[in-house]
T-cell receptor, first 116, second 116 residues
Framework: AQSVSQHNHHVILSEAASLELGCNYS??????LFWYVQYPGQHLQLLLK??????LVKGIKGFEAEFIKSKFSFNLRKPSVQWSDTAEYFC??????????????FGKGTKLSVKP | GAVVSQHPSRVICKSGTSVKIECRSL??????MFWYRQFPKQSLMLMAT?????????EQGVEKDKFLINHASLTLSTLTVTSAHPEDSSFYIC????????????FGEGSWLTVV
């Protein structure tokens, strides 16, 4: 079965530090990839998505992610975090033509705490 | 770990009928559950936020009378699609916030609805 792994459960950074959150998935076929953010008390918001084309994807709020097919990875990055980036981040994968019948599979999330 | 169960995982119904999708938190209590839908090759769209014991909060453009949400207990929220039409065919997914760990969100596996 497909799965999504987010390596870090909780990341604590100071403002202006650089961020990289890991995401790996297990499926060898075509995938759609997403990063979502959930701020405290709010619903999910889409940060960025990858369907095809340039593997370096730029999203909102200065976030970007790189799809590395050979590593089955889709890591999220931001060069300089702000206190307002404190939230929980979810990686999600959808395999439209393959396993799990196209379901959207989520990682368990990574909490990011940014110290002012 | 905590599990959110969605049922059914797949359902086919006739146009004009109603269908109910359940979202259960199996080993934790959830005061808040979120309902999303995803169209093919799209990201998630929040439909409504469901709070135990009170009326759901719907997002703009989501018909309250068509998508009935009930959150009658701390472990169960239901989404009923009334008078379903083919355009309601979609992937519906719920997430639940752990009452004991409010920053922690768990996702169900999703439900595929096909209206014929």
């Amino acid at each position: 079965a497909q799965s999504v792994s987010q390596h870090n459960h909780h990341v604590i950074l100071s403002e202006a530090a650089s961020l990289e959150l890991g995401c790996n998935y297990s499926y060898g076929g075509t995938v759609n990839l997403f990063w979502y953010v959930q701020y405290p008390g709010q619903h999910l918001q889409l940060l960025l998505k990858y369907f095809s084309g340039d593997p370096l994807v730029k999203g909102i709020k200065g976030f970007e992610a790189e799809f590395i097919k050979s590593k089955f990875s889709f890591n999220l990055r931001k060069p300089s975090v702000q206190w307002s980036d404190t939230a929980e981040y979810f990686c999600a994968v959808n395999a439209p033509y393959g396993g799990s019948q196209g379901n959207l599979i989520f990682g368990k999330g990574t909490k990011l705490s940014v110290k002012p | 770990g905590a599990v959110v169960s969605q049922h059914p995982s797949r359902v086919i119904c006739k146009s004009g009928t109603s269908v109910k999708i359940e979202c259960r938190s199996l080993d934790f209590q959830a005061t808040t559950m979120f309902w999303y839908r995803q169209f093919p090759k799209q990201s998630l769209m929040l439909m409504a936020t469901s709070n135990e014991g009170s009326k759901a909060t719907y997002e703009q453009g989501v018909e309250k009378d068509k998508f009935l949400i009930n959150h009658a207990s701390l472990t169960l929220s239901t989404l009923t699609v009334t008078s379903a039409h083919p355009e309601d065919s979609s992937f519906y997914i719920c997430s639940a916030r752990d009452l004991g760990a409010p920053a922690t969100i768990y996702f169900g596996e999703g439900s595929w609805l096909t209206v014929v």
